[in-house]
């Protein structure tokens, strides 16, 4: 089945450790996002790349980069990773930006703890 | 900011129908309504979407009021496996409106 496949599942980091979160696509949609998901919140977007155009979300905070070397991968880089960025980290996919019917399709995301 | 107000929780026993409002009165007429759920430590599942016609497929009937300002998303028989916060999204296309922007959602919890 087409899905959206993130990897790993759960990671654990340093403070202030560079860590790499990946996320791969099987439906070939245009866009991939990525969302922080804090522990009892709602998921909130932090960037999204419409083919290899990059977007940022305003708030995203500078420590946050994102890399889409092909349709079909996408990274999420933490440069230095802080205590506050323990969350889930949600990849979604979508076919295009506009029209009604192209909905998301997420990913089963990747739990990072900082410690 | 999120654009739809939903109730924090409800209940459901299994078995009857579950019954979800969803107030978004400040919906344009290009915007629709998503419904996505979130069962937990899972990413969120996309269940229905529609603009002004009430809409049905297997996972659930979404009902949309004639004026469009709320809705109500109905599983018909809840098991177990629907408890989940389930999010209700106004969304349209063009500018900064395509984008899917979470409230806070409802926890559904469906008991035996």
């Known amino acids: 089945d087409a899905m959206v496949i993130q990897n790993p599942r759960y990671q654990v980091t340093q403070f202030g450790k560079p860590v790499t979160l990946s996320c791969s696509q099987t439906?070939?949609?245009?866009?991939m996002y990525w969302y922080q998901q804090k522990s009892s919140q709602a998921p909130k977007l932090l960037f999204h790349?419409?083919?290899?155009?990059?977007?940022n979300e305003a708030d995203t905070p500078d420590n946050f980069q994102s890399r889409r070397p092909n349709t079909s991968f996408c990274f999420l880089d933490i440069r230095s990773p802080g205590l506050g960025d323990t969350a889930m980290y949600l990849c979604?996919?979508?076919?295009?930006?506009?029209?009604?019917?192209?909905?998301?399709?997420f990913g089963s995301g990747t739990r990072l703890t900082v410690v | 900011d999120a654009k739809t107000t939903q109730p924090p929780s409800m209940d459901c026993a299994e078995g009857r129908a579950a019954n979800l409002p969803c107030n978004h009165s400040?919906?344009?007429?290009?915007?629709?309504v998503y419904w996505y759920r979130q069962i937990h430590s899972q990413g969120p599942q996309y269940i229905i979407h529609g603009l002004k016609n009430n809409e049905t497929n297997e996972m659930a009937s979404l009902i949309i009021t004639e004026d469009r300002k709320s809705s109500t998303l109905i599983l018909p028989h809840a098991t177990l496996r629907d408890t989940a916060v389930y999010y209700c999204i106004v969304r349209g296309w063009g500018g900064s409106n395509y984008k899917l922007t979470f409230g806070k959602g409802t926890l559904l919890t469906v008991n035996p």
């Open positions: 979604a996919t979508s076919r295009d930006t506009g029209g009604a019917g192209y909905g998301y399709t």
């Open positions: 400040t919906i344009s007429g290009n915007e629709y």
């Open positions: 439906l070939n949609h245009n866009v």
């Open positions: 790349y419409y083919d290899k155009d990059f977007n």
